[in-house]
């Protein structure tokens, strides 16, 4: 095979790879192709420079050849130009007069066969944030944090064997805490309200569903429902919201949209950067699963990830500021009916599944 040769296959490769998204379906073989687009646009973008500087285009297989890999580079490339620095904010910078309604947050999804968990303790140490969620945790991560945590006086603990537990620590009052089982039984989320020095409240939500991996789940469809149901409830809530969690998702993908587009809120990556927290162990194959979502009475004091704590996910900190009197300033356009359809049908569809599921077991 010749070099030019090569080089289509290649470019045949990132076109394909970059048209099975647009496939109609959950399975997880299609939707796992959601996540490498940084990737794929540099592939992209790589064979499409070497064909002009290679080669001569004359015949019409090389002109459409390099059409179709132009548009395909051209569609990677507007998935991820949000996330590129560029200073358009979709959330604002908060003002520094709000010392007193400033709320930070460290999430760490831990690894749960992670057996060392001192650089966790220490990161959650030097962070000293008001909110601690941990994600992946059993009983066994819960006692390991016991003592880093012991100066938080509230907490909502769903420590499970099954890599979806969850462990929640707060400096800041909290009030109606639950425990949800949205979508399966077996995954747990957590639903709260925060109460500021202020007096103001603030329901939070925290999710980690699962994957669309064949280890996991072999569809995104539970995946998919459990952020449609948490979108719907913080659209409707009558408080400043925020949601934060390992989504299993990327944040261009066409479910983190809607679920975006759903509830009305704001990503403070928009304009800053990607903040790629998965895979903390490969420097080539890295994206961002883990979230903070937030409604647009809030603004950005600062947001970093946090240092390797021997999981494959960087930890991530989040220091926000309540300033309800400039949420018009940000705030997000209303979903269209078709977007509404989507979330209401892929919650159906969860349902379905689980209830066929659940007779087969009977």
């Not at 103001?200 to 925290?206: A, F, G, K, N």
Request: some cysteine; charged content about 25%.
């Amino acid at each position: 095979m010749n070099l030019k040769s090569l080089l289509q296959a290649f470019g045949l490769v990132a076109i394909i790879l970059t048209l099975i998204p647009f496939i109609a379906a959950d399975y997880w073989w299609i939707r796992v192709f959601d996540f490498p687009h940084t990737q794929l646009t540099i592939l992209t973008f790589v064979a499409l420079v070497t064909y002009f500087i290679k080669f001569d285009i004359k015949e019409k297989k090389d002109y459409g050849f390099v059409f179709i890999l132009g548009a395909c580079f051209i569609f990677q490339l507007l998935k991820i130009v949000p996330y590129i620095p560029h200073g358009k904010f979709e959330m604002m910078d908060a003002s520094p007069e709000k010392e007193e309604e400033r709320i930070k947050f460290f999430i760490s999804n831990v690894l749960q066969d992670n057996e060392d968990p001192e650089k966790l303790i220490n990161e959650i140490k030097n962070k000293d944030a008001d909110i601690v969620l941990l994600m992946e945790t059993n009983t066994r991560w819960m006692n390991d944090v016991k003592t880093v945590v012991s100066n938080y006086p509230y907490k909502l603990e769903a420590p499970l064997d099954n890599t979806y537990g969850m462990l929640l620590y707060s400096k800041l009052p909290l009030k109606n805490e639950k425990i949800n089982y949205l979508v399966d039984d077996s995954i747990p989320s957590m639903e709260t309200v925060l109460q500021l020095p202020t007096g103001q409240e603030i329901q939070l939500y925290c999710i980690h569903p699962t994957p669309p991996m064949p280890q996991e789940n072999p569809s995104s469809t539970d995946r998919d429902a459990e952020m449609m149901l948490i979108a719907k409830m913080a659209k409707d809530h009558p408080l400043p919201v925020i949601v934060a969690g390992d989504f299993n998702d990327v944040a261009w993908s066409q479910s983190t949209l809607l679920f975006k587009d759903m509830s009305g809120l704001l990503d403070p990556r928009v304009g800053r950067g990607f903040y790629n927290t998965f895979n903390a162990k490969t420097y080539i194959m890295r994206w961002p699963l883990d979230h903070f979502f937030a409604s647009d009475e809030f603004r950005l004091v600062e947001m970093k990830l946090g240092e390797d704590v021997d999981s494959d996910h960087f930890p991530a900190y989040f220091e926000i500021t309540l300033e309800p009197n400039l949420a018009g300033e940000q705030k997000q356009d209303e979903p269209s009916q078709k977007q509404k359809k989507d979330a209401d049908d892929q919650i159906e569809k969860a349902r379905e599944e689980n209830n066929d599921e659940q007779k087969q077991n009977k």
